[in-house]
């Protein structure tokens, strides 16, 4: 996999939107933090599908689209819940398998939400979709977008305003990836039986 390219295409992508994607960004962690978090995995479906547009139509994000998924309010909260009960419970045993918990569910479900909204999946199916995209060979192709998520994301946390950058930066990356892993799935088809042979001339006779 072409990282340099995927990178390339996130950078180009956050440039040519620049203003909407911040704007979007903003929106969204201002509502995330007036929803004491309720309202973070259900904008977030509705952020990455609008980047996922941006990306591959071309189309401006809009700030409503932060609310264009709310059919998917109840799965990915009860799913978001659950991720940060089980997150909790690994840094109660230890601070290790706290860190090994998220890092698995990053590695997992990096391609959960954008399989629910742009190919309606429900959430069981596009978990395991998620799953299967994420192992497909060569497995450190995963790997390494995951730690370049991380960073970016933590660059984006650990500098002030960085984060209006570095978030729409980071999901445009996850998207470009998740294209190519799309058009890579060919469909398996089933070949037909060859038709039988036209009968020999001693046969006619």
Known sequence: ????????????????????????????????????????????????QSLLL??????????????????????LFVFGLLAMLAVML??????????????????ATIYMIPLMTDRDMGLMEALKESWNMAVRKPLADQIILMVLYLVLISLGGSIAVAVL?????????????????????QPVIEQASPPPPPPSSDEEA
């Open 1 to 48: 996999m072409d990282f340099k390219e995927h990178l390339k295409t996130a950078w180009e992508s956050t440039l040519q939107f620049i203003v909407p994607v911040i704007l979007l960004t903003l929106v969204q962690i201002v509502v995330i933090v007036f929803s004491f978090g309720i309202l973070a995995p259900v904008t977030t479906a509705g952020y990455m």
């Open 54 to 75: 941006a990306l591959r139509e071309g189309r401006e994000p809009k700030i409503g689209d932060l609310f264009s998924e709310m059919r998917l309010f109840l799965p």
């Open 90 to 107: 690994g840094f109660i045993l230890l601070i290790l398998p706290g860190f090994l918990v998220a890092a698995f569910l990053i590695f």
């Open 165 to 185: 950058f570095a978030q729409p930066l980071a999901t445009f990356l996850v998207l470009s990836v998740y294209e190519e892993r799309l058009q890579g799935k």
